[in-house]
């Protein structure tokens, strides 16, 4: 269930961290009724990695925010399975993946559905 589109984190002095830039986008949403908020990559550029890279930044950027403001709410980084694929070969990947406890969601571009929930 989406609750938020876009899902805007707003600090006291008017502050606000939000992203809906075409393919990329935060979302709130509810999953068996917890708070999440999505962060949807495309990763459509040549270099998966440089992709990574760039949300990576963004990821920790919103959970310093979200932790300001509602730190139930749960935050996800969903990526096309593919992107993944390639990425988890990467020792980079998984050791930033584990450093920063990142929560994936992996979506299949062509069918539009998720495919997989990586906690």
Do not use: C
């Not at 961290?17 to 962060?39: F, M, N, P, T």
């Amino acid at each position: 269930e989406i609750t938020d589109d876009p899902y805007i984190i707003e600090f006291e002095d008017n502050e606000q961290l939000k992203i809906d830039l075409g393919a990329q986008k935060i979302i709130g949403a509810e999953k068996e009724g917890q708070k999440i908020a999505v962060d949807v990559k495309s990763f459509l550029n040549e270099s998966v990695i440089y992709d990574y890279h760039s949300a990576l930044g963004q990821m920790i950027n919103y959970q310093i925010g979200i932790d300001e403001i509602e730190e139930e709410r749960g935050l996800f980084l969903a990526m096309p399975h593919e992107a993944y694929e390639i990425l988890r070969t990467k020792f980079i990947f998984r050791k930033s993946v584990e450093k920063n406890q990142l929560k994936l969601i992996l979506f299949d571009i062509k069918d539009k559905i998720i495919v997989e929930w990586k906690k």
